[in-house]
């Protein structure tokens, strides 16, 4: 199968909704389901492991390369892992989410992502959700959505997650850094978070996750039918 017609890729701002959507998608599908942005926060453990969370000397760069030619990224089932680890939770630790962010901005973490992103591919169709598989991973695919919500809806819905996990925040805080991460992935100037130019566009605003995959599976039946498969 092609990747033209084997992907779909699902990108937006975080908070969004993209990961209960594009599972809930792929389980309906019978697709595989990535979560890109795991994967970049798998290589945000591992510089935090190694000590060069703060790191700011001169060689950080060639550093940082050796430590990704080192780290061995697993993705399958839904799971991430560090070198055979499975990073389960420690996804979620604090400060995780935005070091992930600042290092994504890194040509070096780019590239490593870009093709073990490609190669999940070949193993059949696939949902992958992040900021730049429409754009620039699966330019390509044949389709894509951006998801998108009004700031306030998904620092709610992100505020809610972290209550629920005992997490001690504001929906102030949640929201400020909402907005300060989406600001510098969108601004990077590789591979930005856009909607790709041929993007379905959806603002979850005001929809169920059901309505939101219900939206997406009748773009994927309508676009069968026009190429007669
Ligand atoms: O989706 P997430 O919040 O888990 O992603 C964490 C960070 O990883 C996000 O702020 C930017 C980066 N990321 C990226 O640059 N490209 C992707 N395809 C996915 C995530």
Known sequence: M?????????DGPAAAGKSTVARELARELGFNYVNTGAMYRAVAVAVREAG??????????????????AADIGVAAGRVTLNGRDLGESLNARGIDDLASRLSALAPVREKMRAMQRRIAVDGAVVMEGRDVGTVIFPEAR???????QPEVRAQRRFAQLAAAGA????G???????ERDQRDSSREIAPLKP????IVIDSSALSVKAVVGRMKAFVAEG???RGS
């Not at 092609?2 to 699902?10: G, K, L, Q, Y």
């Not at 000397?57 to 430590?67: H, N, S, T, V, W």
């Not at 389709?143 to 919500?149: E, G, S």
């Not at 790709?196 to 993007?199: E, L, N, V, Y």
């Open 224 to 226: 069968k039918k026009d």
């Open 143 to 149: 389709f894509k959505f951006f998801l998108d919500a």
């Open 2 to 10: 092609s990747t033209e017609s084997a992907v779909i890729a699902i």
């Open 196 to 199: 790709a130019p041929d993007a």
């Open 168 to 171: 001690k925040t504001t929906l």
């Open 173 to 179: 805080e949640v929201l400020q850094q909402l907005v």
């Open 52 to 69: 060069m969370e703060s790191y700011g000397g001169g060689d950080f760069l060639e550093r940082l390369k050796a430590l990704l030619a």
